[in-house]
């Protein structure tokens, strides 16, 4: 059975930190290019980071660059963003995403919550 589960997210001033984490089971993690998306109330989910198989490159949406970092550790088959100086525009529910080589091969984690407010 996949399964991917966000934690991490929680309430957090502007300026602050937050690191997101995606423990995966169920598939083969190396396979799978990991991405974060988030999506806030009332708008359309967007992508915000994503990480090659072997964790090699990294690309970052333009209004998070530099202030979040994706990585993945393939042993622990985990998935991290870690957010730095936190906005309060940052606040979304954030999901984390495998996708494999196949068409409509991939899976999506049930999202967690952050919160960026003053």
């Known amino acids: 059975q996949v399964q991917l589960v966000e934690s991490g997210g929680g309430l957090v001033q502007p300026g602050g930190s937050l690191r997101l984490s995606c423990a995966t089971s169920?598939?083969?993690?190396?396979?799978?290019?990991m991405k974060w998306y988030r999506q806030a109330p009332g708008k359309e989910r967007e992508w915000v980071a994503g990480?090659?198989?072997?964790?090699?490159?990294?690309n970052y949406a333009e209004s998070v660059k530099g202030r979040f970092t994706i990585s993945r550790d393939n042993r622990r088959k985990t998935a991290y963003l870690e957010m730095n100086n936190l906005l309060v525009e940052d606040t979304a529910i954030y999901y984390c995403k495998a996708e494999g080589d196949a068409a409509n091969n991939e899976y999506w984690g049930q999202g967690t919550q952050v919160t960026v407010s003053p």
């Open positions: 169920g598939f083969t993690f190396h396979y799978y290019v």
């Open positions: 990480v090659t198989k072997d964790g090699g490159v990294k």
